[in-house]
């Protein structure tokens, strides 16, 4: 939710700061605002995507090696000009950029009006620089420094800000409580950032603020402290995101470059873990962790949207294999409602950006009640690797496009191997199962390369059922979560209202959507439920729905039944999840390509979700 970035140094800020601006775009783009500093501090900000921001700038003045930017995803306010960042306090002595929520913004805002201040702007963050600034004129010979941390202790919520004063123009201050920033270290210049994207083509070297830190930057001296003022060494990173990773690399979008790249995606989630040569699955990052896992009473899996879904994938597979109770809870319900969790218990927090506001939440409260919590997570040094007894990274590379795809099978894929990894530690599965699994898991990837293949076939039925007003998608056992997810994704890009539910389920209510103008997706490839499923399919062709169905290849019962299908190659049941998904995701951007939405940036969304 919201990006923002910064510059200090001796280059010109403008192109670094909308180039940054650009790469951050999927957190929010209802309005963007830069603010350039030689000098003085000049503000633009506008309504509207990056690209309007720089269609607005283009005659103005650039100049300037002081910069901040900011793309906004509101949440106090509408998306207008006025409310778009940054935000000057009342008297100019301070410009702030802000990612997160001032949850006690009204109270502080009430003290600011009743001392003087007015208000241009509906937003928490206007509140935070007049609060600043409120803090540096009412003390006598104080500091920028010093105001923003008096300010900030007096503040409720999350924050990732980025801070300039107009009496001292040769720093900026950044602070961090629950909103990521990153800081990329150059020669006599500094770069600021909610993610590592913006600065990997300036620099290797970051820090990952932690919350509560702040760090005071000129252009050759950074001073990392606590907001409490005790003075903190800083730990420097290396970053292993590469420059193509990040550009659409010829695809039209970055979710079907994603998509995509699944093959790929896979192998870098399988490598130095699966190995066929060593008949082993190995999963090190667990390692401190196992005699915890083997003795867990239960595990509890928590995360949201697309992570959840994921989530209910590893539940089937899990209960399987490792024969370990499994809930699988939102994230954003298990933590407001008291639940029991003991010593015995263990969690697993998946999610691709690592900073999701629900999900960082419910494993602080897990972690408070004595579980052992283990984090599945794609963006490494995010706030939920770091705040997990252990875990493992998805490597997935940079997930851009707003809908997940490459990181729900980088996810699944991760389950998989931890319930069979598990399985054969505990003695539920035998030598040649086990390496019947190695074999399927290691031929997914080229598996899901025969899928893509199909996707001018795949294409085609979406531009057949574009303007279908509801979808819906069933499936059953770890098929029906792919379902649920194949749905979500119709609904994020496309704007069709879809459902998906458990193959069987559908005659106790849905059944009576069903009628010629319903496409109805069903996940029907050849299991222990298959025979249940066809007579699920011959329900809806009974009741002249459409059936579009994703089935094992070569099955000619369904080709007869149904009015389209996609075939899977056969696997393994464990990784048929990891197969079935990928023609829903091509089905969903199809779809939402034909109706001329915007893939990458739908509307309303952002990918990382920092607030609650
Ligand atoms: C859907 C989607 C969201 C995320 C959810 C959790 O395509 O992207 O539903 O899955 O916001 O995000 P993470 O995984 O970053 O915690």
Redo the contacts with the bound molecule.
């Keep these: 939710m919201c990006g923002i970035v910064g510059y200090i140094g001796h280059k010109d800020a403008y192109p670094i700061l909308i180039k940054g601006l650009k790469r951050l775009e999927y957190r929010g783009y209802d309005s963007a605002g830069i603010a350039l500093i030689n000098g003085k501090t000049r503000t633009y900000k506008c309504k509207g995507k990056v690209s309007d921001l720089e269609t607005f700038i283009a005659n103005q003045d650039k100049s300037g090696n002081i910069g901040m930017g900011h793309t906004r995803w509101a949440t106090h306010g509408e998306p207008n000009d006025v409310n778009a960042h940054p935000h000057i306090s009342e008297n100019g002595y301070f410009t702030v950029i802000h990612n997160g929520i001032i949850e006690n913004y009204d109270t502080l805002k009430k003290e600011l009006i009743s001392n003087g201040y007015s208000f241009k702007s509906e937003t928490d963050t206007e509140v935070l620089s007049n609060l600043i600034e409120y803090i540096f004129l009412s003390k006598k010979e104080i500091t920028a420094e010093k105001a923003v941390r008096y300010a900030l202790s007096k503040v409720i919520g999350a924050y990732g800000i980025l801070v300039a004063a107009k009496d001292e123009t040769n720093i900026l201050i950044a602070a961090r409580k629950g909103s990521p920033l990153v800081i990329g270290i150059g020669h006599n210049e500094y770069f600021f950032a909610s993610d590592a994207t913006p600065i990997v083509e300036h620099t290797k070297s970051v820090i990952y603020l932690d919350d509560g830190q702040m760090a005071i930057v000129e252009r050759d001296n950074l001073m990392l402290k606590t907001i409490q003022n005790d003075v903190l060494k800083p730990e420097v990173t290396e970053i292993d995101i590469n420059i193509e990773s990040i550009e659409k690399d010829g695809y039209d979008h970055f979710m079907l470059k994603e998509i995509f790249e699944q093959p790929i995606a896979i192998k870098d989630t399988f490598r130095g873990r699966v190995s066929k040569r060593h008949q082993r699955i190995y999963l090190g990052g667990l390692h401190k962790v196992l005699p915890k896992i083997n003795n867990a009473k239960r595990i509890i899996i928590i995360?949201?949207?697309?992570?959840?879904?994921a989530g209910l994938v590893g539940e089937y597979l899990l209960e399987e294999y490792a024969r370990i109770p499994v809930e699988v809870e939102y994230?954003s319900e298990f933590r407001y409602r008291n639940p029991i969790i003991t010593e015995d218990d263990v969690v697993i927090a998946?999610?691709?950006?690592?900073?999701?506001a629900d999900?960082l939440a419910a494993i602080k409260l897990a972690k408070e009640k004595g579980a052992t919590v283990i984090g599945v997570?794609?963006?490494v040094g995010a706030s939920?690797p770091r705040e997990t007894h252990a875990g493992v990274y998805t490597h997935a590379g940079p997930?851009i496009g707003?809908?997940?795809?490459k990181?729900?099978t980088a996810?699944v894929t991760v389950l998989t191997m931890m319930a069979l990894m598990l399985g054969r530690e505990r003695g539920n599965i035998d030598a040649k199962l086990y390496m019947e699994m190695i074999t399927a898991m290691s031929n997914v990837p080229k598996n899901i390369t025969k899928i893509l293949e199909q996707s001018d076939l795949i294409k085609k039925i979406a531009d057949k059922y574009k303007d279908a007003s509801n979808f819906l998608y069933l499936g059953r056992g770890a098929l029906f979560p792919v379902a649920l997810?194949g749905a979500?994704?119709l609904k994020?890009?496309s704007y069709i209202h879809a459902e998906g539910y458990p193959a069987a389920e559908m005659k106790h209510g849905p059944i009576a959507l069903i009628d010629e103008k319903m496409p109805v997706v069903v996940i029907a490839t050849k299991d222990k439920s298959y025979e249940k499923v066809v007579t699920n399919i011959q329900e809806v062709k009974a009741r002249k729905g459409v059936v579009i169905a994703i089935v094992t290849e070569g099955d000619q019962i369904i080709k007869n039944l149904a009015n389209h299908v996609i075939e899977v190659p056969k696997g393994h049941d464990s990784i048929i999840p990891l197969l079935a998904v990928i023609p829903l995701q091509l089905i969903s951007y199809y779809i939402a390509v034909a109706r001329d939405c915007n893939v990458d940036q739908p509307r309303n969304?952002a990918?990382?979700?920092t607030v609650e």
């Excluded at 995360?303 to 879904?309: E, M, P, Y």
């Excluded at 998946?350 to 999701?356: A, D, K, L, P, V």
């Excluded at 707003?402 to 795809?405: H, M, Y």
């Design positions: 995360g949201c949207g697309t992570s959840w879904h994230a998946i999610s691709q950006s690592g900073e999701t999900t997570c794609n963006v939920i997930e707003v809908a997940s795809t990181a729900f996810q997810e979500l994704k994020e890009i969304l990918k990382s979700v």
